[in-house]
């Protein structure tokens, strides 16, 4: 895919640590290439919402400073938290990028933030996540976004699963397939853990259909959804959404609430007769 910027003057420190798992030996270059894609697509944001100036800003889950050093060369004045469960990764991101380091928790709900970004950018962390814990993250970056800020994250979207229905392999040899497939197809998102992951920890590999996102956003009257972008970080979608209080009516609701609301409507009343028309009649029914 093109460059939507040219950012080839940008002084990016490009110093890998030592436990940086994300770099692949075979390609090392991708890891600079998509880091810097991150920074383009988060540029697209400011033009989107009319944001040139990002001040304060959260990297969630920052690594080691894959999209961090990019945000750090683009946004020298900025104040930019560096948020991951990997301690290295934070502490990395801290001394070698100036970033405010945090370590985060298995809890988002249980980190300190208050409204107080200007962006949050959020790579590849709702895609390894239930449904459950999915839903609770949107919460807590809606929350931790000033007014009139920006989210920009990414989902698996429809290339993954076309992928593996085609029979693709080594792109999630460690899930059960034919599960998260089926789900997928049926309601638009699926979740299903690794085999090496404990039920403690609780990470996998999710999808979310660009339909089941946009309904998952009526929960949402102050947030506008500015992009959806397919294959846009890679085989990733990513979503641009800027908070305006009272922006929308809630006349949509929950989707959960919704459509529990229905069955439950549904079950007290009972089946509606059909109508007795001249047939009928005539027949003697």
Known sequence: ???????????VDRTIAPKDGMVAPESPEQYFDLGRRALELIQFSSVLCDKPHYPNI????CGHGRVLRWLRAHYGYA???ACDLDRDGVDFCGKQFGAT???SQIDLHALPFESQFDLIWVGSLVTHLSKERWLAT???????TKECGVIVFSTQGRCVPSLLARGRRNIAENIDKPALLAEFAATGFAYQRYFESTPEEDYGLALTSPEWLMRTLQRYPDVIMRAYLEEAWGMQDVVILYKKAGHYEPLLGVPEQNLAALQAKTTAQPPAQPARGWFSKFLGR
């Open 1 to 11: 895919m093109n460059p939507l910027y040219d950012f080839s003057s940008l002084q």
């Open 58 to 61: 959260l990297d969630l889950p």
């Open 79 to 81: 104040h930019i938290t």
């Open 101 to 103: 380091p945090v370590y």
């Open 138 to 144: 949107l919460d807590c970056l809606v929350k931790w």
